[in-house]
Every structure is written in C-alpha cells, then in structure tokens.
C-alpha cells in the first residue's frame, strides 16, 4: 500500500529531484505539493515545480503556493548567491519545458491545514524548504501538530553549515519558523540533516547513468544535478571529487526505505537570537540539556542504495 505524502518544496534543483522520486515511486501516493519562499521567490518555487511534474507526466499532482516571506525576519534571506551584482534575482528556472498546468486557487496553508483535517488516511509531511508553511499552519491551527503521524524535515547541521558557518539553509532562512516546528510535539519528526545528506553524494560518473536512462526524468536528473555538481566544485567542493548531495531527495528516499538513513533519537531547538549562530539547530548528542529527545536525527546514509533507488525509479523499473 503506498504511502500518502505531501512534499513543501522551494523548488530548487535538489527539491526538483525529490518531486520526481515521489511523484514516480510506487511506494508513495504524492497527495500534493506546497510551495514556500527560500531558494528562490515562491512564484519561480511553484512555477519550476509545475515545470517538473508537467515534465514527467504527473501534472495531475496539484501544487498549491505558499507563503513568499519568512515568519517574523524582516529582511529576505534569499541566499547571496541568488543575486547577481544588481541586486536582482536569477531565477532557478529548471531546463525543462514551460509548465501547461497551473497552481491552485486554495493557497498552500489552507490546504495543510484543510487536509489533515479531512485525513481517513496517514499522511507523511515531507517539508524540503523553509518551515514557514508549517509554522503557519501550527499558528493557525493548534491542532495541527497532533493531526500530522509523520512528518520528515530536511534541514539542520550538527558538524557543518552551508549558509553560514553554523546554520544550514532551511532552518536560517525562517528560524522562528523552525523553532515553533521542533517545538510543537510532532508524534514522529524524522530531521535529515546535512550531516546526512553529505553521505549520499551523487556523482557526475552517476549522472551519466542518469542521462542514459532515456526517460524524462532520468534526463531530467542528470541535468539538475549535473548542474549542481557544477556549482559546488566551484562554491562547496566535496571531499568525493565532482559530486554533490541531493539533500531533499535524500529526506524523501528515506520516506519509501528508512533503512537508507542511520538515526539517533535526541532533542533538537534552533538558535533564533545569536549573531553568529541564528539558524543553528542545536542537537543535543550527549543529552547535557535534560531535555526530553523530540526527533530521529540522520547523521549517515547509504550512498549507493540511495543512488540505485534514484536509477530505478527514473527508468521506470522501481
Ligand atoms: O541546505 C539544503 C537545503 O536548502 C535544500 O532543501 C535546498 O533545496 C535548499 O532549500
Ligand atoms: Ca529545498
């Protein structure tokens, strides 16, 4: 019996890869996506999540877009590298066709919230941006933590950052967002860390393999993360030459075989005042805060089951 799951993306190249391995899995029923500000403005999140869905035949899937600014920040942290000299954005536009379906009229909270309220069946939620859709929901329905059985975050650092020193991308861009997320007694919180994610680097030798699959969304693959590969040889080399983590693929890959992930049940809060360290997750690995453990956090992956699960789905053989 496949899984129902809603995936809350700012696609991005990574969250584009997620879309596609939940939206072609056997293993998963992809109820819906939700779209939120972070890579990229949360119009060019919806519209590049169209394009993908449209790409692989699943424009069936709705995508309903959320909201386009973090909770409480002021400012817009939209990584520097999304911004050229002028100050304008580039948007990520994925190289695949111009999308032929179109967002939905309800916005992406409203169906959160409006979902598991109507829910006979479990539904995972599989936040892969900014926790700013999810935080939303907690503030407008107190119930709502008690309404999702399973929800799995992409996000956090425990021994590296990739948007400052200490922070990692999802949980800076809207850190009062997380704090409420980790905060609110979510039954089963899976966090898939970058701790994780920088286990199961794909490779440009893998790409190839991508690309010769001949599918849509092996081609599709081979060029997101080719692209990636790319700008991290340049802005974050990994100790694998020419590779890269697919961070969000990884938190869905989890969802269809847990097995794929290694995890220790501990307390996780977010840092929301420090000047060096906003954003930081604080994992507390050695239980010295008295707090009570509140997710299952990944520190290890298996690489080369994570990358034949990619293969196999992208050539329709999953
Ligand atoms: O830090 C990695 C995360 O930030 C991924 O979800 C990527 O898509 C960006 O959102
Ligand atoms: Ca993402």
Redesign the pocket.
Known sequence: MARKVILDV?T?T??AVAVMLAALHPAIDLVGCTTVN??IPVQYCTDNTLRVLDHIGRGDIPVYEGLSRPLARLDFPVPRRERDSSGKYHPDALPVPAAVSSKQGVGAVEFLIETFRAATEEIVLVP??PLTNIAAALALDPGFAKRVPEIVV??GAHALG??TPSA???IWADPEAAAMVFAAGFEKLTLVP?DATHRALVTKTQCEELEALGTPAGQAAAAFIGHRIVVHDTHQRQDVPHSTPV??ALAVGSVIDPSLIGTRRLHVAVETQGALTVGRTVIDTHFRGGQAPNADVAFDADAARFFELLLRTFAGKA
């Open positions: 700012d991005g990574d969250d972070g890579n892969v941006g992409m996000g990739n948007v990692e991308f999802n970058l961070h969000d």
